[in-house]
């Protein structure tokens, strides 16, 4: 299992595809506010699409004092097409209310007390910890999930159970990078379906556990 050198040689290839677009919003604003919004509202959606919900909301809320000032109707306007755009515009609407008064005005850098807003999922509690605050923790999409099956380094049928395999498996210096080089590995190689694995930079190091047809 060569872990090192994986990661080593993805890590020089993800510069050549387009970076997940919470990694680019750390990249030109730095912002919490805008990580976290960006990561609930990315669920179900393409980055395409989120990037113009993010655009348009953010020019009408670039804070949570103006973002609690729109209404539910405002906010759905705004976010759409985003999946599940109504339930997101009314976690939306509550959260700087809550941050005010379950957080004293501060996002939480904690897994465990992100999971408790209205729309954070452990997935999206481990992105905001990483990329908004630079802490150790593994988001674990669908894409990380196959490729690391795929690979052999783990047996997991879950997000979740990936997550604590990796917990175990990967050196902690890997984990913040865990999600961008691989999102974006999945999203232009090692796709879902007929991987392009003539084209694959670990092809050396993979197992190909559970591919079918290639190209």
């Given at each position: 299992m060569e872990i090192d050198k994986v990661f080593e040689i993805l890590g020089k290839e993800v510069h050549k595809w387009d970076v997940p677009l919470i990694?680019?919003?750390?990249?030109t604003t730095d912002d919490p506010y805008k990580i976290l919004i960006g990561t609930i509202l990315s669920a179900r959606t393409s980055d395409v699409t989120n990037a113009k919900a993010c655009k348009r909301l953010f020019?009408?809320?670039?804070?949570?004092?103006?973002?609690?000032?729109?209404s539910v109707k405002e906010i759905e306007e705004l976010?759409?097409?985003?999946?599940f755009y109504i339930t997101k515009?009314?976690?939306?609407?509550?959260?700087?209310r809550i941050i005010r008064e379950e957080f004293n005005g501060k996002i939480p850098d904690t897994i465990d007390e992100l999971v408790k807003i209205p729309g954070v999922g452990?997935?999206?509690?481990?992105?905001?910890?990483a990329v908004a605050f630079n802490k150790p923790a593994l988001c674990i999409d669908v894409h990380c999930n196959r490729i690391f099956n795929r690979l052999g380094w783990?047996?997991?049928?879950?997000?979740?159970?990936?997550?604590?395999?990796?917990?175990?498996?990967l050196p902690q210096k890997y984990w913040i990078m865990t999600n961008r080089i691989f999102v974006a590995f999945g999203q232009h190689l090692c796709r879902p379906l007929s991987p392009h694995c003539s084209l694959c930079p670990i092809s050396e190091y993979c197992n190909?556990?559970?591919?079918?047809k290639t190209r």
């Open positions: 990694d680019l919003i750390k990249v020019e009408k809320a670039p804070n949570f004092d103006a973002l609690e000032k729109l976010i759409y097409p985003v999946g515009a009314k976690h939306l609407k509550v959260l700087p452990r997935k999206t509690a481990n992105l905001v910890v783990i047996k997991t049928k879950t997000p979740y159970q990936t997550e604590m395999k990796l917990r175990e498996l190909r556990v559970g591919v079918g």
